[in-house]
């Protein structure tokens, strides 16, 4: 089974942090990306990569950045946490149409 | 803009009735995919069953079809004989082309919550 893990389930951080999220996919997919799910709004896309240190803007990139250094692992990162990016953080994994989610990192920012 | 639109926030269906969930997308590339996505409130994202714009049929997994239909930009999602672990949030979602060569990013709509009622 392809797997995709994240590498935290819950989080809590503090305003102004950094944030490091980890994602790692052991099926060599191509691209990977970082959604944020909040109720009513779905999942919105934040970053997407294609290839190793190649990545794309999704519709809410602002207050987030990404690293893609090796194939197999896709870092989202919050330079500066605030309480608005209080929210449950999914990571997937594709090639042509099959996608692979991860179980999601809930963070609370305080 | 490329977007998907699911008009139903909530939908209540009767065990063992069978219920659509609506889902209309809008793009201008003439080649894209449409997902839809099963949430339990477990959270993860089960994948459920997939259409290609060019497929002539109509997709079906098991007890999921896919009415799709082209020319009004409808993908909606057919549940026969709904059974009580079919309570979940369901995504729509649609793949598309990115800017880079190769990039493809895949965007969701907000979600129909269902409940079925034993």
Known sequence: DVKVTQSSRYLVKRTGE???LECVQDMDHENMFWYRQDPGLGLRLI????????????????GYSVSREKKERFSLILESASTNQTSMYLCASSIGAGYT???GTRLTVV | AQKITQTQPGMFVQEKEAVTLDCTYDTSDPSYGLFWYKQPSSGEMIFLIYQGSYD???????????????????????ISASQLGDSAMYFCA?????????????TFGKGTKLSVIP
């Not at chain 1, 970053?47 to 602002?62: A, L």
């Not at chain 2, 109509?58 to 057919?78: D, M």
Request: without cysteine.
């Open chain 2, 56 to 78: 002539q049929q109509n997709a079906t997994e098991g007890r999921y079809s896919l009415n799709f239909q082209k020319a009004r930009k409808s993908a909606n999602l057919v």
């Open chain 1, 18 to 20: 950094k944030v490091f």
């Open chain 2, 94 to 106: 649609m793949k598309r082309r990115g800017s880079g060569a190769g990039s493809y990013q895949l």
């Open chain 1, 47 to 62: 970053y997407f990569s294609y290839d190793v240190k190649m990545k794309e803007k999704g519709d809410i990139p602002e």
């Open chain 1, 101 to 103: 989610f991860g179980s």
